[in-house]
């Protein structure tokens, strides 16, 4: 009996384990972690609010308080864009006849993390707006 217990045991873990290897693969295609890392390390050592850590200009990081919040809008409104509504859980703009819409997601409790899509996006995966 103790066998059998033994073996049910290391086959849950092993399970268990697998389960949370591919959900760290999945998190790190998703948020490229090598980027929010750098774009971390970048929050901590400058004295910055908002990081772009997208080569295209489709995503941003900055730290989860009004001051980071603030230092998105600022730069949405720096490049034209202007808010109109709420999508779901994201957020809509336009500027010039393109709507984009921005997602925020909350990483590691201190950041967040903005992406930027927008209908071209949606057409075709490859092609991003840069603002």
Known sequence: MKKILKVVGGI????IALVSIIKLVQLIKKYSLLQVLG????????????????KNGTKFLTRSNETGLEAFKDYLDASGYSYIGQ????????????????????LFGK?????????????ETSEYLTV
């Open 87 to 106: 999508f779901g859980s994201s957020n809509l703009y336009e500027f010039d006849g393109v709507e984009i819409v921005v997602k925020r997601s909350s």
């Open 12 to 15: 849950v873990i092993f399970f």
């Open 111 to 123: 950041y967040y993390l903005f992406e930027i899509f927008n209908e071209r996006y949606f057409e």
């Open 39 to 54: 774009g971390v390390g970048k929050l901590n050592a400058d004295d910055t609010d908002l990081v772009e850590i997208s």
